[in-house]
C-alpha cells in the first residue's frame, strides 16, 4: 500500500495563497477600509463602521482556485442602525463608499458587496447590524429581503475550538475538489461545516481524506442536512434540488471508490493518478516505484481514529 502523506503534504502547500498575493489582498482591504470610513464619515455620520474579517482566510483553509484566484470576506459592522433604513440600503451604501477603487464596478450580491481585482482576488463585504450592543448576534444585510440573523465571529470561535492541522488540511483538500469539479458542487463553507463533523484523525493524509469522505457520504445517505453549529444554525442544503443532491452524492461516492483504489494501490504513480483525478492537476505526481506497507499500518490506525463532532 503506497503511501502517498508527503505529496498530500506537497499538494496543500500548492494550495496556498502566495505571500505577493496574499500581502497585495491585505492591502486591498485595509484601503477598502479607509474608503469605507470616510464615506460614513462624510455622508452618514450617525454609522460608524467597524469591521471583522471572516472567513477562510480567518479560518487558514483559504485555497488557490485551479484559475490561481482567492478570496477574503471582511465584514463591515454598525453597531446600531439609527435611521433605520434596511438592508439593501446599508449595502447600497458600502457599495457606493468602495465604487471607483478597482476598474470593475462592485458587485450588489444577495449578502455582500464583492470588489473584485485585477490581481486574481476579490474582497466581500457583508453588512452587519447589532440590536443592542456587540454582546448580541448582529443581523446580516440581505438584497432585498429582511435582516437575517448571523454570526461568523461566533463560527470561527467554534472553529477555532475543534481544528486540527490536519483537520484544515483536510477541509482544503476537500475544496479543491469542489473547485475542480464545479458543477454545483458545496461551497466551501458548507465543505468546512462537513468536515468539521465528519473528520477522521490520521497520522497519513491520505487515509484521513478517505475516511473523512466516507463519514460523509454515510451521514448524508441517512439525511442529507449541513446544518450550521452557530448561529443561524440553518441548514446549508436546505436550498439543494434533487440533481443538486444527486451531483455531489455521485461525485463523492465516484472519489471514495478511487480513494480506496489508491490506498490499496502500491504503485506510487498509480495511486496518485487516482487521487489526481478527482484533486486536479496540481496535484503532483508520486515515483514510479511500489511500496510494500504491512495492511496492519491502516487497519490498526484506523482503530484508533474517530470522527470528530459538534458539541465535543
Known amino acids: 500500500m503506497a503511501n502517498l502523506n508527503t505529496l498530500f ?11 505577493s498575493k496574499e500581502a497585495r489582498m491585505i492591502s486591498s482591504k485595509d484601503n477598502l ?6 464615506y460614513f464619515k462624510n455622508n452618514h455620520p450617525s454609522y460608524s463602521p467597524s469591521f471583522y474579517i471572516q472567513g477562510s482566510y480567518k479560518l487558514r483553509t483559504t485555497i488557490r482556485t485551479k484559475e490561481d484566484k482567492c478570496d477574503l470576506d ?7 442602525n439609527p435611521d433605520n433604513v434596511c438592508g439593501t440600503t ?17 458587485t450588489h450580491k444577495k449578502k455582500c458587496i464583492r470588489v473584485d481585482y485585477s490581481a486574481g482576488y476579490n474582497i ?3 453588512v452587519f447590524v447589532f440590536d443592542k450592543d456587540r454582546e448580541s448576534h448582529p443581523n446580516l444585510a440581505v438584497k432585498d429581503s429582511e435582516f437575517q440573523k448571523d454570526d461568523p465571529k461566533e463560527f ?28 454545483s458542487m458545496p461551497s466551501g463553507l458548507a465543505m468546512t461545516v462537513l468536515a468539521l463533523k465528519y473528520y477522521v484523525q490520521n497520522d497519513r493524509d491520505d487515509v484521513a481524506l478517505r475516511f473523512t469522505l466516507t463519514n460523509i457520504e454515510n451521514a448524508l ?7 450550521m453549529p452557530t448561529t443561524p444554525k440553518d441548514n446549508l442544503f436546505a436550498d439543494y434540488s434533487d440533481a443538486q443532491k444527486r451531483n455531489f452524492m455521485d461525485n463523492l461516492s465516484a472519489f471514495i471508490l478511487d480513494a480506496k483504489k489508491a490506498l490499496d494501490e502500491n504503485n506510487k504513480l498509480k495511486a496518485s493518478l487516482y487521487w489526481k483525478k478527482h484533486l486536479g ?4 505526481e508520486g515515483e514510479d516505484v511500489c511500496e510494500h506497507n504491512e495492511p496492519s499500518h491502516l487497519t490498526s490506525t484506523i482503530g484508533l481514529s474517530r470522527p470528530y463532532a459538534f458539541g465535543v
Open 74 to 80: 471582511d465584514g463591515v459592522y454598525f453597531v446600531s
Open 156 to 183: 470561527v470561535d467554534y472553529f477555532r475550538l475543534h481544528k486540527t492541522d490536519q483537520m484544515i488540511r483536510i477541509i482544503k483538500y476537500l475544496k479543491a475538489w469542489c473547485d475542480n469539479k464545479r458543477e
Open 124 to 126: 466581500d463585504l457583508p
Open 90 to 106: 446599508l449595502q447600497r451604501w458600502v457599495k457606493e463608499a468602495v465604487e471607483g477603487i478597482t476598474g470593475s464596478t462592485p
Open 281 to 284: 492537476d496540481r496535484f503532483p
Open 221 to 227: 445517505k441517512n439525511d442529507f442536512v449541513c446544518q
Open 9 to 19: 503534504l506537497r499538494f496543500n502547500n500548492e494550495l496556498a495563497i502566495t505571500a
Open 33 to 38: 477600509r479607509d474608503c469605507i470610513r470616510k
